[in-house]
C-alpha cells in the first residue's frame, strides 16, 4: 500500500476517534489535518506518531466470540433430526 494511502486510511480512522483524544494529541491530530490538506506527505516520524495514535485508541474485538449467536451448531441440528 502507498503511503498517501495508508495516511489518508490513518486519518480516516483517527478522525472516527476523534473524542477520545487527549488535548495536546487533538492538537497535533489538527496540524495532521492541515498538512494533509495541503496533500502533503508525512515524513517517517509523523507517519509513526499517527500510527501510534490509532493503535492506542482503536479497539480490536475478538469477532470469534460471536460466532456462536449467529450460527447453530451442527451437533443441536443433528440432535433435532435424529428425534
Sequence with gaps: MSQFREQKNL?????????KLTWSE???FK???KRQKDDEEFDTLSMKRLRELVAKYEVKRDKSAFDNLFKPRQD???EENDK
Design 11 to 19: 486519518m480516516e480512522q483517527l478522525t472516527k476517534l476523534q473524542a
Design 31 to 33: 496540524m495532521f489535518i
Design 76 to 78: 443441536q441440528n443433528n
Design 26 to 28: 487533538l492538537s497535533e
